[in-house]
């Protein structure tokens, strides 16, 4: 064993050429037993709340990205990224070595995704040519999907996606990669690998450990571009000067997000139908899930699965208080999906001075993104030390380790926020409220650990009767009044 160790310790000596990162990056992602993601260390006694770090613009939007080599990333495994879409923006396709889940904040539009192997089961009329000699064709192509704000989008590692704006106003998607997910065998960067158009490269930041060898001025940063172009008129059977276009070779400009000069000829099904039918299967999943069941496996395959959710109906949500708010769980009992991605997706909304928590997460790290409004937000450590104690606004995230403890308070423009967390059934346990470990706990019990008295312990445990979501308390009403 000493002996392989040493030789290997020889050639990367001899190779000089990224040995030693590739050790550390296995060391760091030490594979557990029985799990689906790798270990890494989180030594965090100082969280942020964090904001996109760089911008690309595009010809019909703009990209956002957050710091993936931040620490409080690389510790929860997940990338951030925010699409803004312009009236008929399409976001050109692309797959990740990563599997991505999307929530839609604002607009509606059409998502398609490519299951590959799966057959084309929609048709959409195509009609080309001038008006003498216009033509009339079916084309066939693979589900499309009518999106909506609160949507979640779930796209497994590798399947192609492109999402088309075909509504009024802007199209904002906030999109996490689970980095860490046993199935990105890459490293742990995300990457895009674009299907069409120059995609305007990435920064030094964003390209760590990427390698640009090989890489030709005038191809574009499309998975095209860097094809012999011979070999590529003779695979796709086409002309030599399609498969510059398709290379990309004239520098195409426009970006990842481009503008439809006219409205994509698509014929999706109606929205109001969409939503009526998601909502009954939505209903019908939730009783399973209260039940404890998942799918059977027969009614959803790998290419009928759902890849979308609303989260947005109050009737589907796991903890509802008409003068808190709520909070709606996704996880792979009610969405799939889910279960092969390995995340849980958790919504919620917070009226003024309304809380959530404490709580804190069994066996995930979370990622919480500001939707709206804002909400002083404090973390706790296995120390007792306050690593956060802010606010956390619209269009910020912040990443809470495993077992760290979160308290919410929405300020006065209320909260509504998303989470991805890293297990497909994430757990929380509550440490106030009625289903909580206080509650669970024998009186006696409390009044020898804090040192109260049995009157003082019999209030600490029954004083707080809601779930999940809490009311302002009346000592607090008396504070703001005052």
């Given at each position: 064993m000493a002996y392989s160790y040493l030789l290997s310790l020889s050639i990367c000596f001899l190779v000089l050429h990224g040995c030693f990162a590739q050790i550390e990056q296995v060391t760091r992602r030490t594979r557990l037993p029985h799990q689906h993601r790798f270990q890494t260390e989180c030594r965090l006694d100082n969280l942020n709340a964090q904001e996109p770090s760089e911008r690309i613009e595009s010809e019909a939007g703009f990209t956002e990205y957050w710091d993936q080599n931040d620490d409080q990333f690389q510790c929860a495994g997940v990338a951030l990224v925010r699409h803004t879409i312009q009236r008929r923006g399409l976001l050109l396709p692309s797959y990740s070595n990563a599997p991505r889940v999307y929530y839609v904040a604002q607009g509606k539009g059409i998502q398609g995704a490519v299951l590959p192997g799966c057959p084309n089961t929609y048709q959409s009329p195509l009609q080309f040519g001038n008006r003498r000699t216009q033509q009339r064709i079916a084309d066939s192509h693979q589900k499309l999907r009518p999106i909506r704000e609160g949507d979640i989008l779930a796209v497994p590692e590798g399947v192609a996606q492109w999402i088309y704006n075909d509504g009024e106003n802007q199209l904002v998607l906030v999109g996490f990669y689970d980095t860490l997910n046993e199935e990105n065998q890459l490293d742990q960067n995300p990457r895009d690998f674009y299907l069409a158009g120059n995609p305007q490269e990435q920064s030094e930041q964003r390209n760590q450990g990427q390698s640009r060898r090989g890489k030709q001025d005038d191809n574009g940063n499309n998975v095209f571009g860097g094809f012999d172009r011979r070999l590529l008129v003779d695979s796709l059977n086409i002309r030599e000067d399609l498969a510059d276009k398709i290379q990309s070779r004239r520098k195409d400009q426009r970006g990842n997000i481009v503008d439809v000069q006219d409205d994509l000829q698509l014929i999706a099904p109606g929205r109001e139908d969409d939503e009526e039918r998601e909502d009954k299967r939505d209903e019908e999943r939730e009783d399973r899930r209260r039940q404890g069941r998942r799918e059977n496996g027969i009614e959803e395959t790998f290419c009928t699965q759902r890849l979308k959710?609303?989260?947005?109906?109050?009737?589907?949500?796991?903890?509802?208080?008409?003068?808190?708010?709520?909070?709606?769980?996704?996880?792979?009992?009610?969405?799939?999906?889910?279960?092969?991605l390995q995340l849980t997706v958790v919504s919620g909304f917070l009226y003024k001075n309304a809380l959530v928590g404490p709580y804190y997460n069994l066996n995930s790290n979370s990622v919480i993104y500001g939707l709206r409004g804002n909400a002083r937000i404090q973390v706790v450590d296995d120390n007792g030390d306050s690593v956060y104690d802010g606010e956390l606004r619209k269009g910020q995230a912040l990443v809470v380790p495993q077992n760290y403890v979160v308290l919410k308070r929405a300020e006065n423009e209320g909260f509504e926020w998303v989470s991805i967390k890293t297990n497909d059934n994430a757990i929380t346990n509550q440490l106030a409220g009625r289903l909580s470990v206080i509650q669970a706990l024998p009186v006696d019990v409390l009044q020898n650990a804090f040192n109260i008295d049995e009157n003082d312990a019999f209030q600490l445990k029954e004083n707080r009767n809601e779930a999940g979501v809490f009311s302002p308390s009346e000592s607090q009403s008396q504070r703001r009044r005052d």
């Open positions: 959710h609303n989260t947005d109906d109050p009737q589907l949500a796991d903890f509802y208080n008409p003068r808190a708010g709520r909070v709606t769980t996704l996880n792979s009992y009610v969405f799939p999906i889910l279960e092969r």
